[in-house]
């Protein structure tokens, strides 16, 4: 998780930047990578893209909200914040699609409630995957797949439904799948962490009803896999 932060007042910037580190650790998670500018220009050409960026509005140069246009261009996912003293902005600020608008003084539990939502959306995936058997095609929603699991030269897709099995192979799903909510524990499976009921260093286990699958996780990817899953609890809760 990387979070940008751009103000040319560093008190408030670093006070933000303590509030938002305040909020990983209280819950449990590893702390964000974080990015501290004091202008639009320092961070545009710094050329970080992050998940979330908190963005003043003014500032000399290049305001907030041209920085955050850039910065939507780079990754359309990203969730924008925009922390100002000027709410005359917020017309023109929604005109991107602004995530949230945080006024000044930050009130810090509208912080930390703003900062839950951003991670929930973060988290959550949207998106619909075409299974090609030797039967024909079928059309599925991300979230109401549990696992991809290699099969020799075809994939074994464990759904809410039951088991599918493609034509392609491990590589084009894992690939694909590469969205909020999936991870590659290990050359042989792409787990879907809403349905994970417990882990250990070896093996993750999914539960969907009395539908079961064991999954290999990768030792040298348990601390990664324990901590995604820690951010992806936390922000569905």
Known sequence: MRILFCDDDAAVMNSLHKSVLEYFQSNGLSAPECVLCSSGEELLASGEVGEIAFLDVEMDGLSGIHTGERLKKLNPRI???????????????????????????????????????????????????????????????AEDIICFESDGRQTAVHTVGGKLFSRLGIEYWTKSMDIPGFFEASRGFVVNMKYVSSFNKEIIKLTCGEYTVNAYLSRRKYKVFRDAYMLYMRSVE
């Open 79 to 141: 969730k924008i914040i925009i922390v100002t003293s000027y709410p005359d902005y917020l017309d023109e600020a929604m005109k991107f699609h602004v995530f949230r608008y945080l006024s000044k003084p930050v009130d810090k539990q509208r912080l930390f409630r703003n900062l839950k939502d951003a991670l929930y959306q973060i988290n959550t995936y949207s998106k619909s995957v075409v299974i090609e058997t030797s039967e024909g095609c079928k059309t599925l929603d």
